[in-house]
């Protein structure tokens, strides 16, 4: 069964940090781009950040100079670290990713695979 599995979530204050991670199991995704999104209560998901196969990295301005992407193919696992976090990253973070597309988009609908998502909450 191929499936993203993310971690990482909880609670934090407003200036901690947090990493969330996003394992993918039953087939390899070197090959292709993988991203986060998130998705606040009573907002729609949006983008987060992405990364290619090949590492290029592209963020939401919301969070560019805070959160960092990156990945390991060696373990089929992309990170999300997240730095100087504020009351408005509160949401269900998912990482996503669709076989065989190597770019990043930054739309939901580019995307047909999909983790369960991990809960972050940052108090003020």
């Known amino acids: 069964q191929v499936q993203l599995v993310e971690s990482g979530g909880g609670l934090a204050q407003a200036g901690d940090s947090l990493r969330l991670t996003c394992t993918a199991s039953?087939?390899?995704?070197?090959?292709?781009?993988m991203a986060w999104f998130r998705q606040a209560p009573g907002k729609e998901r949006e983008f987060v950040a992405g990364?290619?196969?090949?590492?290029?990295?592209v963020y939401a301005d919301s969070v560019k100079g805070r959160f960092t992407i990156s990945r390991d193919n060696g373990k089929n696992t992309i990170y999300l670290q997240m730095n100087s976090l504020k009351s408005e990253d509160t949401a269900d973070y998912y990482c996503?990713?669709?076989?065989?597309?190597?770019?990043?988009?930054?739309?939901?609908?580019?995307?047909?695979?999909w983790g369960q998502g991990t809960q972050v909450t940052v108090s003020s």
């Open positions: 996503a990713t669709r076989a065989g597309v190597m770019v990043v988009f930054t739309t939901q609908s580019s995307y047909d695979l």
């Open positions: 039953g087939r390899t995704f070197t090959s292709s781009g």
């Open positions: 990364i290619s196969a090949h590492g290029y990295t």
